[in-house]
Nanobody, 121 residues
Framework: QVQLVESGGGLVQPGGSLRLSCATS????????MRWHRQAAGKQRELVAI???????NYADSVKGRFTISRDHAKNTVYLQMNSLKPEDTALYYC???????????????WGQGTQVTVSS
């Protein structure tokens, strides 16, 4: 079994910062891409940022220059540093990790439970 535990969400004023964490544990042979998605109320889930196993990153246009994704291989953890937050960043943020659980298994996607980020004055 693989578990993803997210933390770091909360209420912040516009212009503020938050750092999300997603710790992965359990049966892990290899971790490939790690992603953050978000879903605002009444909207479709969107991909916010992705980091590959080699460290290359990509971002949604709406967060470029404000958000930074990073990972700690030793801790099997992915982070999302969010700066200059705007009200439109308000959403439930999910981490998503592509993992090979054992040597013999095929890689699969795993999802966290989500952490709420609310940007409001």
């Amino acid at each position: 079994q693989v578990q993803l535990v997210e933390s770091g969400g909360g209420l912040v004023q516009p212009g503020g910062s938050l750092r999300l964490s997603c710790a992965t544990s359990g049966s892990i042979f290899s971790i490939y891409a790690m992603r953050w998605h978000r879903q605002a109320a009444g909207k479709q889930r969107e991909l916010v940022a992705i980091i590959s196993s080699s460290g290359s990153t990509n971002y949604a246009d709406s967060v470029k220059g404000r958000f930074t994704i990073s990972r700690d291989h030793a801790k099997n953890t992915v982070y999302l540093q969010m700066n200059s937050l705007k009200p439109e960043d308000t959403a439930l943020y999910y981490c998503n990790v592509f993992i090979r659980a054992t040597f013999h298994s095929a890689p699969s996607d795993y999802w966290g439970q989500g952490t709420q980020v609310t940007v409001s004055s």
